[in-house]
């Protein structure tokens, strides 16, 4: 059985004073969930985190990464540099990234690789945007992005990664994918795995949804037969709504 992952992704939100008082608050409700629960935060945030999280069933990741190791690429940060202060996950291609930053294909397959020698774990984002979903081609869409973001990967690696299936129309714009929609989608991109790396892998890979979860619909969408949890932006913000989220099955 694969277990529920579910990320927080605190986008550019969060001063440190603001991500310490975030952290007591949310540590004591979510310490018995039996899901991952993962705090994705900005870089100025990170160290902060990590100290704070030490101890607890909470893991931090960051929202982006460099792919080179090192060298003259002024304000990046690399996967060396994350992991180097204990940093376990990374969000990778999310659609605002791909939109405003010029993010490609190729860059987030190099991000991914660069993760994985690194030893980090890689959210990676995939998703339509509305025209693409209205022209019926979604599936066409969301497959290539995995393909792409996967190539050149291990059998290993690619068990090691988390997809998250964003859907570009449904990001803080409060408008969910239907909890089946949204399952068909991600049985799409599974079946897209199992085609290149074979039924134990697309069996066990983690593809979490993300795209105005709240706890209001967080239950509906996490016990579908595919979704394997989610990638929450703005209700992530709320320690207790986003604890409400993780404890969604209790
Ligand atoms: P949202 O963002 O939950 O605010 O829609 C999700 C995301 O962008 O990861």
Known sequence: MRKKVIAGNWKMNMLPNEAIDYIQEFTPLVKD????????????DLFYALLNTQGTNIKVGAQNVH?????????????????????????????????????????VNKKVKAAFEN??????????SLEEREEGKTVEKITKQTRLALEGL???????????????????????????????????????????YGKEVADEVIIQYGGSVKSSNAKELFE??????????????????????????K
């Not at 090691?160 to 994918?177: L, Q, V």
């Open 67 to 107: 792919f080179e190791e090192k060298g003259a690429y002024t304000g990046e940060v690399s996967a060396k540099m994350l992991k180097s202060i204990g940093v376990e996950y990374v969000i990778i291609g999310h659609s605002e990234r791909r939109q405003y930053y010029n993010e490609t294909d190729e860059s």
């Open 33 to 44: 969930t039996n899901n991952e629960v993962i705090l994705c935060v900005p870089y100025i």
């Open 154 to 196: 291990s059998n290993s690696q690619v068990k090691n990664t988390i997809i998250a299936y964003e859907p570009i129309w449904a990001i803080g714009t409060g408008k969910t994918a239907t909890s089946e929609d949204a399952n068909n989608s991600i049985k799409e991109i599974r079946k897209e795995i199992e085609k290149i």
């Open 224 to 249: 579908t037969s595919d979704i394997d949890g989610g990638l929450v932006g703005g209700a992530s913000l709320k320690p207790d709504e986003f604890a409400k989220i993780v404890n969604y099955d």
């Open 119 to 128: 030893d980090l774990k890689p959210i990676v984002c995939v998703g339509e």
